[in-house]
């Protein structure tokens, strides 16, 4: 099978939305800028409201000497945590490091437990890892800007060559919206609102044309209004997670 490609998916979804719209039959007002803008507004609309449109992803960050400050991707949305392998100062790869999984296997707790100590020998080892992790700078406190995507540690390192682990929110990329299919069915749609909406406000310029038998009326007001129901009816449809979203677990407090 040859791979899809974004421009394809996205030719495929306007040749969906002129065609929906009756292009071939009538003469269209449209220009490929405007279904452009009928798709990054129904993008955007997408991203804003559905939850849908991230993902939760780890990335990983080498440290450099004396910089604390760092951008990342623009798909980064938000940072969750930022994890570490070593505690005490951030001086490289050579900093006191600890894995806690790594050493319950060189210590065999599972597999000779009479003879190592047991899960309970493993499980004080690993508050005890915590515990130096907490004294001990193995947690780094940090700041996120998610307009300018700048990750700012509360740190200042002194040694280049760490690597930490971030625990992130990202967009989803838009091919992947569209290998979906009940998003990029909902896309479609909303294009298609989008695109009556900016056909009515040209229509709605000029109430009539003039001819021979006293002109035609427009139909620009009942353009905008069928695209704004369109619209609506699919904004409803996030409330109800018919893209597949997850709902909002319960709050309490």
């Known amino acids: ?9 996205k030719s495929q979804a306007i040749d969906y939305v002129r065609l929906q719209l009756g292009d071939g039959m009538i003469d269209l007002e449209l220009d490929p800028e405007h279904y452009e803008a009928a798709y990054q507004r129904a993008l955007g609309t997408y991203r804003q409201r559905a939850t849908n449109a991230f993902e939760e ?24 945590q930022v994890f570490r392998r070593t505690v005490g100062n951030m001086q490289g790869p050579h900093a006191s490091s600890f894995d806690p999984f790594g050493s319950s296997i060189m210590n065999t707790y599972l597999l000779n437990y009479n003879h190592s100590g047991g899960l309970a020998t493993y ?65 479609k749609d909303y294009m ?20 021979p038998s006293g002109g035609t009326a427009l139909n620009g007001a009942a353009m905008k209004a069928e695209g704004q129901q369109i619209i609506d009816q699919k904004i409803e449809e996030l409330k109800n997670y018919i893209d597949g979203s997850e709902p909002y677990s319960f709050v309490i407090g």
């Open 123 to 187: 499980d004080l080892y690993t508050q005890y890892v915590e515990q130096a992790a907490r004294m001990f700078g193995g947690y780094v406190n940090y700041t996120f800007n998610p307009a300018t995507k700048q990750l700012q540690l509360v740190r200042d390192p002194r040694g280049s060559g760490e690597t930490i682990l971030l625990w992130t929110y990202n967009l989803k990329p838009e091919i992947q919206l569209f290998a979906d299919y009940s998003i990029s069915q909902w896309i």
């Open 57 to 80: 992803s780890y990335a990983f960050l080498e440290i450099e000497e004396d910089q604390n400050t760092y951008t990342l991707p623009q798909e980064v949305q938000s940072v969750r």
């Open 192 to 211: 298609i609102g989008a695109c009556k909406i900016m056909i009515g406000e040209a229509r709605e310029k000029f109430a009539t044309i003039a001819g």
């Open 1 to 9: 099978m040859s791979e899809t490609t974004l421009e394809t998916l």
